[in-house]
């Protein structure tokens, strides 16, 4: 006769989730963020190709610390405003958007062929990732101009928006984005940056709302509605004052917490969709 009693369940694989940090935004000789302190405890940089932010010598040094610290490579495309910083909304049609998006990846793509690496994933910035979130259009062109460049890149945009969305439909491999400091509102979108409360600067409570994000997949939004957040990658701001100790801290809560960090192409394919 078997035995009735119930078998013990195989555990469940780790977590696998990736840090992704927007850097280079230096240019010439005014210098930004703390790359060289942040980069050790990310796995994944956005590299800024001179649109909204960097330099040719920017991005040439950022690309041969990442690859010193065997972090992946993302091209950081962006509206053509280095006033605004990129977070300008700009009306640019899906035929400039699929051409700014392939010169800035070609920019890009010329360093780090030059150190012997590669340009693995692209990750609009600032006004131009929030318009293609919310406008297919946009999102198609960018989605496009990364297939015609190379169909291996890895596009990187807002949990459950257009964006992962447009890419998904072209066969891209795409991964959703969640943020450990930015607020969130009822839809899943960010709060505006015009909105007071839009950004979380205190530390713990950032890091609380990033291991959430990435063990449970939900997150309270700023009335205090708990929705669901499909989660691969989580953001690091690396223009933070903290920025260094944010990231250290986030990183080892994240292990704590079990999960695996590593660059977006390592972690399961249930995390990212062919």
């Given at each position: 006769m078997s035995d009735p009693s119930p078998q013990p369940s195989a555990p469940s694989p780790p977590i696998a989730i990736d840090l992704n940090c927007d850097m280079g935004e230096s240019f010439g000789a005014w210098r930004m963020g703390q790359d060289a302190e942040v980069m050790p405890w990310i796995t994944s940089a956005n590299i800024a190709c001179g649109f909204h932010a960097g330099d040719f010598s920017t991005m040439q040094q950022t690309v041969l610390l990442a690859k010193t610290h065997g972090v992946a490579i993302g091209a950081h495309v962006s509206l053509p405003d280095l006033q605004g910083f990129g977070?300008?909304?700009?009306?640019?049609?899906?035929?400039?958007?699929?051409?700014?998006?392939?010169?800035?990846?070609?920019?890009?793509?010329?360093?780090?062929?030059?150190?012997?690496?590669?340009?693995?994933h692209v990750k609009p910035h600032g006004a131009l990732y929030n318009m293609a979130a919310r406008d297919r259009a946009l999102a198609d062109a960018i989605a496009r101009a990364m297939l015609d460049f190379d169909k291996n890149l890895i596009l990187v945009g807002l949990a459950g928006s257009a964006l992962p969305a447009a890419g998904a439909a072209i066969g891209l491999r795409v991964a959703h984005e969640?943020?450990?400091?930015?607020?969130?509102?009822?839809d899943g979108s960010l709060t505006p940056r015009r909105e007071p409360d839009a950004v979380i600067h205190n530390i713990d409570?950032?890091?609380?709302?990033?291991?959430?994000?990435?063990?449970?997949?939900?997150?309270?939004?700023?009335?205090?509605?708990?929705?669901?957040?499909?989660?691969?990658?989580?953001?690091?701001?690396?223009?933070?004052?903290?920025?260094?100790?944010?990231?250290?801290?986030?990183?080892?809560?994240l292990a704590g917490a079990g999960a695996r960090v590593v660059p977006i192409a390592k972690g399961t394919s249930e995390q990212v969709t062919s």
């Open positions: 977070r300008r909304e700009l009306r640019v049609t899906p035929g400039e958007a699929y051409a700014m998006t392939l010169y800035q990846i070609g920019a890009l793509a010329a360093f780090a062929s030059a150190a012997g690496t590669r340009v693995a969640a943020f450990a400091d930015r607020r969130y509102e009822a409570t950032a890091v609380a709302q990033a291991v959430r994000l990435a063990t449970k997949g939900t997150v309270d939004t700023r009335d205090s509605r708990a929705i669901e957040v499909r989660v691969d990658t989580i953001c690091v701001h690396g223009d933070r004052d903290d920025a260094a100790v944010f990231a250290r801290r986030l990183r080892e809560a």
